[in-house]
């Protein structure tokens, strides 16, 4: 009895100790749960060489963490997702891919023969065209604030800030998705990174022509000195008549770019305009096996085309 009063008493002290240091420290707790939020990236599963936090969970599932930990696949992913901006674990990931894939092949094997595996490839690959989306949502906005926020720097520098604490200034005052980037280069260098490797993390995580010349224009200037202030200044004009060549070219491929849109939507409304007005014309492509193979062709036919035009219509500069 008396023994289970000590332990009693011990505990009980514990937990007064920790709840008081929690207490006297909570500012500096909550300033390091600030920090790893920022800096973790959004789904990494793998450590890099070049990053401050030791170890990210890939899922919320032990077995299915230990599972991802420390595989190629999860670090390629975690790059994709981050590069979206996106919140989703690996693990959250690749459950969605596997769950769309499920419900794919569970469609197709209603219709049967090779539409089976066409069907689950093809939802098996909602979720990661739904990340290619968002990765190129977040670059566009990313290329229309650059400009700006070299300026904000050229002037804050010319006001007496170091690059630190304009990059600092910017990250500050740039809304999503410039702001947090130039935050989190801030945070990894003020936590002991050096400076080169935080700027080719974020050349990393916004793959960009424009961010890559600014990286590289800082990254000259550290090693070979000159008007830094200068430099951005010319970078940021040179950017801008980027972003008006490249309305015009947009303007320019609109057209191509309609067409592909326009010429894969035809013959899947023809389909289903002939499918309501005279169904038993049509009830053999789904109903025997060589019509089966023909809608299989005809849709990747489609796909195919949808790409090969969509391509022609972009010019990269």
Known sequence: ?????????????????MAAYVLVNRRRLAAGDTLRARLAPAGAGDVQATTILKEQRASDIAAFDRLLQGKGLTAWIAGQIESAGSRMRV????????????LGLLLGRRIGGLIVPVMT??????????????????????????????????????????????????????????????TRVYDEQRLGMDMRNALLNMQTRVDTVDCKMFVTALLLQRETGGNLAEVLSTLATLMRERVGTRAQIDTLTAEPKMSAVVLSLLPIGLFFVLAILNRDFLSPL???????????????SVIFGYLVLRRIGQIDI
Do not use: H
């Open 91 to 102: 693990g959250e990931f690749i459950l969605l891919t596997l769950l769309c894939g499920a």
């Open 286 to 300: 789904w109903l025997t096996p060589a019509g089966r193979l023909l809608l299989v062709y005809g849709g990747l």
């Open 1 to 17: 009895m008396i023994g289970l009063v000590l332990v009693a008493v011990f505990g009980g002290t514990m937990l007064i100790v």
């Open 121 to 182: 490839i093809l939802a098996a690959a909602i979720p990661y065209a739904n990340l290619k989306r968002q990765q190129a949502s977040r670059l566009k906005k990313f290329q229309g604030q650059l400009p700006e926020a070299i300026d904000m720097l050229v002037n804050a520098m010319k006001s007496g800030y170091s690059l630190q604490a304009a990059i600092k200034f910017a990250g500050d005052e740039m809304p999503e998705p410039l702001g947090p980037e130039f």
